[in-house]
């Protein structure tokens, strides 16, 4: 045991900035990283030298300093990626959002009165028109609209809620219907079986104990072959017969139809759904509405209100930051026309984007990165993009992407190389080299996407 521990101060003095670290952070990880060598050192293994050590702390601030969340280029061509933040804000939404945030704002006064108002009425206003709905409000995220409905409806005296063999799935990052509806205090009442489940099947399932009858949207999977389920105006028209409300779970929340963006079919609407008499729909805020995270929930004036007087509306409200995110981008597809896609909305314009202009695009980044004349490799090639975020999964939509290459450099490697660039470029391993697909890379982020690729090494 020759080396002597370095000290905390000496190295914390010798990392400048600590990577971007608050003080007490870069402390920690040094102090950490210290009690590591000395635990070492009882068993024998000397410290390495000042200079190694240093680097050694350093590294180590950097990835914590990574944890933090911070912007990233898109290059995965999936356009609703969950662990990418899903759909981003307008530019003019998110100013809007730093404008009232960082002010104080009528998030619940009636200005009129100068008394408490609600919570949300012009965005409530403005998702009931997109959709049609009488009435419309917003919690957290559709999972909590999904927790909230059938809490609501299953608080009185009947507790089952009828649904679909076929229809207790897992959508993703761990939602499960049936884990759901158990979480609402909802009893569960299958029918049908997996594949087919016929209007008779539902009937006799309804009875005296019947809270609601409940309808999942398969986001994000695909069933064929011998299948079947009655159409939704055939259940709408059973469940009023009975006198229960039919609730739907639509969860990918288009406003538009989608089969007018190359690659896409139509994906159902909420105006479809209360159309063919749903009396409650829910969505997601950010997958294709093009919002933040929230859930949305659309149908008959009477239950939202009743929704919204549920202690449990309280629970799972939204945040002041969630409602001018979601005022300002629906009020931007409400500009653009009801069931017409707004361009201003990001996630309508990437997927109305055509081909030859993601070619332009392309071109210009490979003239920029060249231009650095890094070690880079790179062609322009023919890529198909996804919609992801567990929507329409057939959906292939035609696209371009950059083929990256890096001389002596796996294809693994090269990608690790791009996410840990001064700015995260995040794209697809195939066929030995990274796919960085135009598609999802936002048009401001090509200038950076240029100056990474070059400087790749
Ligand atoms: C995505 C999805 C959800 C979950 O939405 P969150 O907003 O993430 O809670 C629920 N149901 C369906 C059908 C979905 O597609």
């Known amino acids: 045991m020759e080396r002597r521990l370095p000290s905390v101060d000496r190295l914390l003095r010798a990392v400048p900035g600590w990577a971007g670290l608050p003080g007490p952070m870069a402390a920690m990880v040094v102090r950490r990283v210290v009690r590591e060598w000395r635990e070492a050192a009882m068993g024998g293994v000397a410290p390495p030298d000042f200079e190694v050590a240093v680097e050694v702390v350093r590294v180590e601030m950097e990835l914590l300093a990574r944890r933090r969340i911070g912007v990233v280029i898109n290059g995965t061509g999936v356009l609703l990626h969950t662990n990418l933040g899903r759909a981003p804000l307008a530019a003019g939404v998110a100013a809007r959002v730093a404008e009232v945030a960082s002010s104080y704002h009528n998030l619940e006064l009636d200005m009129e009165t100068g008394e408490r108002g609600g919570r949300g009425e012009f965005l409530e ?23 909230l409905m059938l809490r609501h409806l299953t608080g009185g005296g009947r507790r089952e809620v009828v649904i679909s063999r076929g229809q207790l799935v897992e959508i993703g990052g761990g939602f499960r219907v049936p884990e759901i509806l158990e979480t609402s205090g909802a009893i569960l009442r299958e029918v049908g079986t997996t594949n087919r489940t016929t209007l008779e099947d539902y009937r006799r399932a309804i009875g005296a104990g019947t809270a609601a009858v409940l309808r999942v949207h398969r986001s994000n999977f695909v069933m064929e072959g011998f299948t079947g389920e009655p159409g939704l105006g055939e259940l709408a028209g059973l469940a009023r017969e009975c006198g229960v409300p039919l609730v739907e779970d639509l969860g990918s929340g288009a406003v538009v139809d989608t089969a007018q963006f190359a690659g896409l079919g139509h994906e159902p609407t909420a105006a479809e759904s209360l159309a063919a008499g749903v009396d409650l729909v829910c969505t997601s805020g950010d997958k294709l509405f093009g919002g933040p995270q929230s859930g949305l929930i659309f149908g008959k004036r009477e239950l939202v209100r009743g929704l ?27 500009e653009a026309g009801v069931g017409r896609a707004a361009g201003g909305v990001p996630l309508m314009a990437m997927l109305g984007v055509g081909v030859e202009e993601l070619e332009g695009r392309a071109e ?5 990165a060249r231009a650095i004349g890094g070690k880079v490799e790179l062609e322009v090639v023919r890529s198909e993009a996804r919609c992801g975020g567990g929507t329409m999964p057939k959906g292939v939509i035609p696209s371009v992407a950059l083929r990256v290459t890096l001389r002596g450099v796996g294809a693994d490697e090269a990608a690790r190389r791009l996410r840990l660039g001064r700015v995260a470029v995040l794209g697809r391993v195939a066929g030995g080299a990274v796919l960085v697909d135009l598609r999802t890379v936002l048009p401001g982020h090509d200038g950076a996407l240029g100056e990474m690729l070059g400087r790749l090494g």
């Open 125 to 147: 206003t403005a998702l009931a028109l997109l959709s049609g709905a009488e009435a419309a409000t917003v919690v957290n995220n559709c999972a909590a609209a999904l927790v």
């Open 308 to 334: 919204k007087r549920d202690p449990m509306y309280r629970v799972l409200r939204c945040d002041r930051l969630a409602y001018v995110a979601l005022q300002e981008t629906a009020a931007m597809s409400l």
């Open 364 to 368: 210009a980044v490979v003239g920029m």
